[in-house]
């Protein structure tokens, strides 16, 4: 029926007014701004930038592919000139400049699906109003950086997710090069055999 979309949409709205007299769950509203409600998990807002530490370790290695990706082309990035070691010891660049234009930015969350080093994730913060409609809305890298640990207080399952992957590679990059490193001593070891042997065989 034309129109039962609305209907069904205010009868839920003067169950939830009427409901609230007699029960806490139908009360919807809070106090804002005294009294705010918790995100969910999977709320987006603008991005962030993760460092592992401290803001000398940005997880970005200035790959440009979130820049080059992002529909409102509101990210501008520009390369350091000198490189940094990484989780796994690999020597990656990062970026010197991050920006991010706030007032153009529309929270698609695409930047942080293409991001393959798990750098630039969806920050959930709101309350972005500034008196400046231009400086103030530019964020620069120093207000992206976030620490590992509150991407985990914002969106503990992917955080989590995302450590243990790290984690295995981790484990695997120690295990590759302990096993180079044997095999290097071992090579070692067979050459210096095969040297005392031409003595003895000259001898
Ligand atoms: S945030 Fe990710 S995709 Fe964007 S430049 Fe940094 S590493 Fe590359
Ligand atoms: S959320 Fe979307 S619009 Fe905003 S910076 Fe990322 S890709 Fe661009």
Redesign the pocket.
Known sequence: MLGSGIIKGMVETARNFFGSYVSRERLTTVQYPEQQLAPHENART??LLVYDGDMEHLRCTACGI?EM????Q??YIVKDTVKKSDYLGRMQFQPRVFD?DISV????????EVCPFDSIMMDQVFALSTQNRFSGLLLHKEDLAKANGYFHAIHPSDAGDIDARRDEDKRKAEAKAKAAVAAKAAAAIKSSEASAKQVEVAA
Not at 69 to 72: F, G, I, T
Not at 105 to 112: L, N, P
């Open positions: 603008i991005p979130c990706e992002c529909p409102a509101c990210i991010i930015c529309m929270a698609c969350g695409i930047c942080a």
